[in-house]
């Protein structure tokens, strides 16, 4: 008799435990699955996009880089990059001189800060305005490359080029054409 007992109790046991286990767990289990596909539901309808996004960041030594644009996206190929339209960037070298970038995008490396500009792009440093296509920000190299349909308008002359970069370390600046022969086309000014 005692062992009918010892049987009856241990499966009452597991019956309640089953129970318990199958009313509570379960349903916060089947709840959490439900919840986290609803939220990746609402990532993907909003497509990753943030409005206004800002960065500042210290480069080194006295360097300063800020990022603004009035729309991003993550790129989806690669989580590293953002996607970024109206963009404005502003670069303060351990000179205190500072470069004014703008452009309609660009693609900026979450992970070293380099910026792509593209579209529209337009620098501007030491009452010296630079626009083209494309302008590569490489902290890196501790480079600014513009390329493509570059017009400069400075204090003492204008000019039109393929390429310019500008070391911000040295402060060099090299000028040059894609074609061997074609020539950069400098105007002075009076």
Same mark, same amino acid.
């Given at each position: #008799?005692?062992?009918?007992?010892?049987?009856? *109790? %241990?499966?009452?046991?597991?019956?309640? %435990? !089953?129970?318990?286990?199958?009313?509570?767990? &379960?349903?916060?289990?089947?709840?959490? @699955?439900?919840?986290?596909?609803?939220?990746? $539901?609402? /990532?993907?309808?909003?497509? $990753?996009?943030?409005?206004?996004?800002?960065?500042?960041?210290?480069?080194?030594?006295?360097?300063?880089?800020?990022?603004?644009? =009035?729309?991003?996206?993550?790129?989806? $190929?690669?989580?590293?990059?953002? %996607? #970024?339209?109206?963009? &404005? !960037?502003?670069? %303060?070298? =351990? *000179?205190?001189?500072?470069?004014?970038?703008?452009?309609?995008?660009?693609?900026?490396?979450?992970?070293?800060?380099?910026?792509?500009?593209?579209?529209?792009?337009? /620098?501007?440093?030491?009452?010296?305005?630079?626009? !083209? =296509?494309?302008? /590569?920000?490489?902290?890196?190299?501790?480079?600014?490359?513009?390329?493509?349909?570059?017009?400069?308008? !400075?204090?003492?002359?204008? *000019? *039109?080029? $393929?390429?310019?970069? /500008?070391?911000?370390?040295?402060? @060099?600046? =090299?000028?040059?054409?894609? #074609?061997?022969?074609?020539?950069?086309?400098?105007?002075?000014?009076?």
């Amino acid at each position: #008799m005692n062992r009918a007992i010892q049987f009856s *109790l %241990i499966i009452l046991i597991f019956i309640s %435990i !089953g129970i318990f286990y199958f009313k509570y767990f &379960r349903e916060n289990l089947n709840l959490k @699955n439900k919840k986290k596909s609803d939220i990746s $539901d609402i /990532i993907l309808e909003k497509n $990753d996009s943030i409005l206004n996004l800002e960065y500042e960041i210290n480069i080194d030594q006295g360097s300063y880089y800020k990022i603004v644009a =009035e729309s991003s996206e993550v790129n989806n $190929d690669n989580v590293e990059f953002l %996607i #970024m339209k109206k963009v &404005r !960037g502003i670069y %303060i070298n =351990e *000179l205190n001189n500072t470069f004014i970038i703008t452009s309609d995008n660009a693609l900026y490396n979450i992970i070293n800060h380099q910026t792509n500009f593209i579209k529209n792009v337009k /620098i501007e440093y030491l009452n010296n305005t630079i626009t !083209g =296509e494309n302008l /590569i920000l490489d902290f890196k190299k501790k480079e600014i490359t513009i390329l493509d349909n570059i017009k400069y308008d !400075g204090m003492d002359a204008n *000019l *039109l080029a $393929d390429i310019i970069k /500008i070391n911000l370390k040295t402060k @060099n600046i =090299e000028i040059s054409m894609k #074609m061997p022969n074609k020539k950069v086309s400098v105007n002075l000014k009076n």
